[in-house]
């Protein structure tokens, strides 16, 4: 059962809402209050009880983002619909910013418009029973590793930690971290599940992935940016709250496709991976990445900054990052191009090619870091009481 509020400045627009809610088939309770985005300040008590605020304003400013925003900031939980003419990609990106995550236009799509209640009912559902502890790595910049690390990071976990893993790539390019950890073609990818989504269940999921160690299951990416651009933030939420309970681990590597669909991962994730390497350009990359990250209300606690390819004799030093993004990085990971070009000429992880190789072991220094063997079962057995306490860091020194 969703708590639903309803804010329309129309009434005929209000009616149709309330008829679409009714036929979507989704238990709710459903309360309307006259006003529009910029009015949302007037109804902070209403919204506090709500499960999900559903804002329809046909004369959306950028100015009016700001009281979607706090109205967000207050209500940690609280999912935003917004119904409204169609917006530019700037102002969608920056309606998320807001705390907007799920953005419609007229005339509603019935079939979407039900996806999209479906993707709030389940989140709620999976924020209640919660268990597998998700991890994302992401870059502000390409080419620095963060498949390389990601890949083997989830290797580390299933193999030496006997965690279940499922790692999930999220790249939107051309999709290659199954290729890093095994030579057999992915059974189905992402995008597969995506069209099929109705059809999602236990036995389906288990079809679609690629099982490349007893620990580890793969969810290969859609494999190219037209078909990654058709997934939907609903479909990769049915499938993270369909599998969540069956992991302890589930690994996303984004990269460096942040937008909608990412963003719902990022929220959900409980530690962001930000890799990068020793260079000016990538230092700009990741301070705005950062920057978004505050902007999307994220904790700076739960951001890890790693330093890819580190050498110390290299002019952007540690101090410097560190100054540059306000968080000193937490780990850091050695040049290693031997071992790294056998592994992924080979498309096995790293322990299988130079199992005490520099980069290996700092791969699994950087596993342990990120996943303290205590820290799962504990956040099981009790997630409040081991909860971090909010704005706490767990950055620790560098490891070299
Ligand atoms: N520490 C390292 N030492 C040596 N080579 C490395 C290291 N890390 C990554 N590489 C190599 O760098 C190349 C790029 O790595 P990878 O594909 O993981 O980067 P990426 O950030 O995921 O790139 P993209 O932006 O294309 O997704 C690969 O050939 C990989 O083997
Ligand atoms: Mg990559």
């Known amino acids: 059962m969703i708590d639903i509020l309803l804010v329309s400045a129309n009434d005929a627009c209000a009616k149709e809402i309330g008829a679409q809610l009714r036929n979507s088939g989704i238990a709710h309770t459903l309360h309307s209050e006259a006003g529009a985005a910029k009015t949302l300040a007037r109804h902070a008590g209403s919204i506090k009880k709500a499960d999900l605020l559903i804002i329809e304003d046909s004369h959306l400013a950028a100015a009016d983002l700001a009281a979607i925003e706090e109205a967000s900031a207050h209500a940690p939980h609280l999912a935003c619909m917004l119904v409204t003419s169609a917006l530019s990609t700037d102002m969608l990106m920056a309606a998320m910013r807001a705390g907007v995550r799920h953005v419609l236009s007229w005339p509603i799509d019935p079939t979407a418009f039900a996806r999209e209640l479906s993707h709030v009912a389940s989140k709620k559902h999976a924020h209640t029973r919660r268990a597998g502890r998700v991890l994302s790595f992401v870059a502000g910049k390409g080419g620095c590793g963060t498949t390389l690390i990601a890949t083997n990071v989830a290797y580390a976990l299933a193999a030496s ?158 101090e410097a990052i560190a100054r540059t993004l306000g968080a000193k990085p937490v780990h850091v990971l050695p040049h290693d191009a031997k071992s790294a070009r056998h592994a992924v000429n080979q498309g096995v992880p790293l322990y299988t090619v130079a199992k005490n190789g520099a980069l290996t072991k700092s791969i699994d220094a950087l596993a342990t870091l990120l996943c303290p063997a205590e820290t799962t079962q504990e956040k099981r057995i009790f997630p409040r009481f081991f909860a971090a306490k909010p704005g706490a860091r767990q950055q620790l020194k560098p490891s070299h």
């Not at 929220?267 to 990538?282: E, I, R, T």
């Open 161 to 318: 930690r006997d965690k279940r893993v499922l790692f999930v790539d999220l790249n939107q390019q051309f999709a290659d971290a199954s290729l890093l950890l095994s030579d057999k073609a992915p059974a189905a990818t992402l995008y597969d599940l995506g069209t099929q989504i109705d059809r999602l269940d236990a036995a389906f999921f288990e079809a679609c992935v690629t099982r490349v160690h007893p620990n580890l299951d793969v969810l290969a990416g859609a494999g190219d940016p037209v078909k990654a651009g058709e997934l939907r933030a609903s479909h990769l939420q049915r499938v993270l709250t369909l599998v969540r309970d069956q992991y302890d681990i589930v690994l996303c590597d984004v990269g460096q496709s942040i937008n909608p669909l990412s963003i719902h991962v990022l929220d959900q994730s409980d530690a962001l991976g930000v890799v990068l390497a020793q260079s000016v350009p990538h230092l700009h990359a990741t301070r705005r990445l950062i920057d978004l990250f505050g902007q999307l209300g994220y904790a700076p606690s739960k951001t890890r900054l790693i330093v890819n390819h580190y050498d110390k004799r290299e002019q952007v030093g540690l």
